[in-house]
């Protein structure tokens, strides 16, 4: 098979390489998938260039990526043989495992390739393992939102355009904050007031948009840079639900205000969500796509050869959709 391999940690064009490998055959509890498409994430390139701590790859070659979509090729002994020729969408390919999506094939536990409804296609569907479950995750993990407010920060980004959809579409009112470029792109996910982020009275602005009430629930996207503001306008027994702090990855919090209001921190991390998490989130998000309430849009689709461009996309930002690979190119 055609697959994207790295060895060392660095930039794209210094480390990424495509390699002709064997094709895996799946083990026992395994299946076989031919990819149509791979998803690029920000944690993929944050993988590829190194974390802090990392001297080099947790294999001696990986394969990178972790999200994508294609159909069921082969099984391994113990899973029904009816699923071959199923369309399937993949999570977690490349978490703890050396050989990730970025490949013509890949083979994982059967259960890492979830069967995809027939009208959604391969590009939704490389959308939903990382930004998809984040944000089910993140607005639903704290129970039913009906008739809440909701505070979306970063609501133009892909994970938060997802979690502004699902918002809606779970009956709350929502709240986002973009820059200038993005309110226009948050609006049309459905928020009934969209703020800029680098207001200097984001707080007042924020408690004004919902009539001077508190909110129930924030999804946090820069949790070092915005819990302050999140403290003021948090309501009392509220849930921030944080996925990402890149910008103050060691925050200081301001205890007091969170303690006499009791705020729930939710940590997401959705890699280690547990069995039952990621069921309802997988079976959420399949219920919003048969109502026809998410949009997953794509930004790009690279061919497997321009994997180096990709992930350059994927570091260059301000996208208003997924980066995707189509591994037969």
């Excluded at 895996?24 to 791979?38: F, I, M, N, Q």
């Excluded at 800029?196 to 004004?208: E, F, H, N």
């Excluded at 999804?219 to 819990?227: H, K, P, T, Y």
Aim: net charge negative.
């Amino acid at each position: 098979m055609r697959a994207i391999t790295y060895s060392t940690l660095g930039e794209a064009r210094d480390v990424l390489h495509l390699t002709d490998i064997d094709t895996p055959t799946p083990s026992s509890g395994e299946v076989l998938v031919r990819l149509a498409l791979s998803g690029v994430n920000p944690s993929d390139v944050k993988s590829r260039r190194g974390r802090p701590g990392m001297t080099k790859p947790a294999f001696d070659s990986v394969i990178p990526h972790s999200d994508g979509a294609g159909v069921i090729e082969a099984v391994g002994g113990g899973v029904d043989p009816a699923r071959i020729g199923q369309r399937v969408w993949i999570w977690n390919g490349q978490w703890q495992r050396a050989l990730g999506t970025a490949a013509t094939h890949i083979a994982l536990p059967a259960a890492q390739a979830v069967a995809l409804p027939e009208d959604v296609s391969f590009e939704t569907a490389a959308s939903l393992g990382i930004p998809g479950l984040t944000a089910c995750h993140a607005v639903f993990n704290g129970g039913d939102i009906k008739g809440q407010t909701l505070l979306v920060h970063g609501g133009a980004g892909t994970v938060g355009y997802l979690a502004v959809q699902l918002a809606k579409w779970g009956g709350a009112r929502v709240i986002a904050t973009t820059g200038t470029s993005g309110a226009a792109r948050a609006k049309a996910a459905g928020a009934d007031a969209v703020l800029d982020y680098s207001a200097s009275d984001l707080a007042d602005q924020i408690l004004a948009a919902n009539d001077g009430a508190p909110v129930d629930q924030i999804i946090e996207v820069e949790f070092g840079v915005n819990i302050n503001v999140d403290a003021q306008v948090i309501k009392p027994n509220g849930r921030i639900a944080t996925y990402g702090s890149a910008k103050d990855m060691a925050p200081t919090l301001p205890f007091q205000p969170l303690l006499f209001k009791a705020v729930t921190i939710d940590i997401v991390l959705v890699y280690l969500l547990t069995d039952t998490q990621r069921a309802l989130a997988i079976e959420t998000v399949h219920r919003a796509l048969a109502d026809g309430a998410l949009d997953c849009p794509v930004e790009r689709v690279f061919a497997l050869s321009d994997t180096v461009q990709a992930h350059e996309a994927v570091e260059a930002g301000a996208r208003a959709g997924a980066i995707l690979i189509d591994c037969a190119g």
